[in-house]
């Protein structure tokens, strides 16, 4: 391993004062025209030069004909030039004190031996000079704090938060990136990889694990060089933070694209499931799963047990989640005497009497809250799964569309069902922190779909609380998060 040079910090990287911008250009089909663009429309606190040999000025900014002629200090160079170019540029950084620098430029180890042999020339370059390098072939790096660093590809809109993403594909760093936005999920760091020439998944992993403003870290990996520091690094990160390990390359296909991918060996899957079971690291095994955890972890207490309990307005999802609880190695477990007499004393006399507890479309909103608060304080429960909520909304507003109703009749029942909505998804909000216990509200499609303001999705966000699409999605998180807070114990 290439050690840390006295001169490179990680705060060069991830907390820039100051970016040689290398291969700027005024195209707008370029990537040395779209990153840069992303850089200034992040609001990048710090000074951004623009470099390319012609000069001009890119939309009223001047470019720099040469990094000799761009004031100094500068901590970090982003260099997107032809690979032919590439060490030649790291040449001018050594000349300007730079010794960071994220290498944008593809066309090197993953394209063959060619690309390999001219990979090794920059790393080269770089070790003589004391440089450290993300890439190449990266997507970029996104830094949150202190302030946006959006040296990206990608043109989402990044919002600050405590999950740091590190993915070994760019276009998959992207994809995680964008679902955990639209959840209304800060991202603190996002790294994409590259080539890993030189920093690699680990070195980032280790700058994670004292980040202050990183806790939750998810992982993209296809193959990793040194399996043991591999392993090492992750038993010690996951005793402070949880990790989330999507793998690729699980199958004999995926693995040989893997390999032509990131040039590491992919490594079989039952050997990251090994490594998960020692280090408490949680595999997830979809996109969307590692977003579904993430947000589970960010947005509920510690689940203290696998006891479960299934609140539902509906009996189909109630019996199909109780299943789902059991394949996922959750109990659901019977309803103590006491309890079920407190239900019976504000449910009506055909409600379901055991766990789950099908309340059968209930008719008024503290029937769902009093029941989840009834579980909570006096049954031996660790989590609740609430589910079936959505449904009032949609028939409120359904009301006010119909052209068979008249409006002034429907809108105040309409208004009265769409606020007893908005105040369940509030007063759920409120027994979570009360009781400190998970409760995770289920809400069917038509909830996610609704449009403007009366969405309870978008309500539950604004409170920091994950709603989940499907009973599969909730209990599978919670299943891995269950898991996860017990070995920790």
Known sequence: MFHMTDQFSYASLFEPRSIAFIGASTNPAKWG???????LRGEYAGTIYPINPQGGNWLGRPIYKSLQDVPRPIDLAVIIVPKETVA???????????????????GFAETGPEGKALEQDIVSVARQNGIRLVGPNTMGLY???????????????????????VSQSGNLGTSIADRLIRRKIGISRLISSGNEADLTVEDYLDYLE??????IICLYVEGVRDGKRFVNTIRRLAALKPVILLKGGTGSIGAAAAQSHTGALAGSYAVFRGIGRQT???LADTIDEMVDIAGL??????????????????????????????AAGLEVPPLNERVVAMLDAFLPPFWSRRNPVDLIAPGKVSMITDSTAALLAHADLDAIVLLGLGYMTSRATRWLESAVLPNPVMEEPARRMIEGE??????????????????????????????????????????????YASPEQAIRALAKVATYYEKRR
């Open 88 to 106: 030649d540029a790291l040449r001018q950084c050594r000349d300007a004190g730079i010794y960071a620098a994220i290498v944008v430029t593809a």
């Open 297 to 326: 972890l960010l947005s509920q207490p510690e689940i203290k047990g696998r006891r479960i309990g299934i609140v539902t307005q509906g009996g189909g999802l109630g019996v199909l989640s109780a299943d789902l609880c059991e």
């Open 210 to 215: 004292t980040d202050e403003k990183t806790r």
């Open 33 to 39: 025209f779209n990153i840069l663009h992303h850089i």
């Open 280 to 282: 408490n690291m949680i």
């Open 422 to 467: 908005m105040e369940l998804v509030d007063l759920i909000a409120r027994q979570i922190q009360e009781f400190n216990k998970p409760i995770l509200p289920v809400i069917d499609a038509v909830g996610f779909d609704q449009p403007g303001e009366v969405n309870l999705v978008r309500r539950l966000d604004k409170m920091g609380v994950m709603a």
């Open 143 to 165: 830094s949150a704090y202190p302030s946006r660093l959006q040296a990206v590809m990608t043109a989402s809109q990044f919002t600050q938060g405590s999950v740091a993403l």
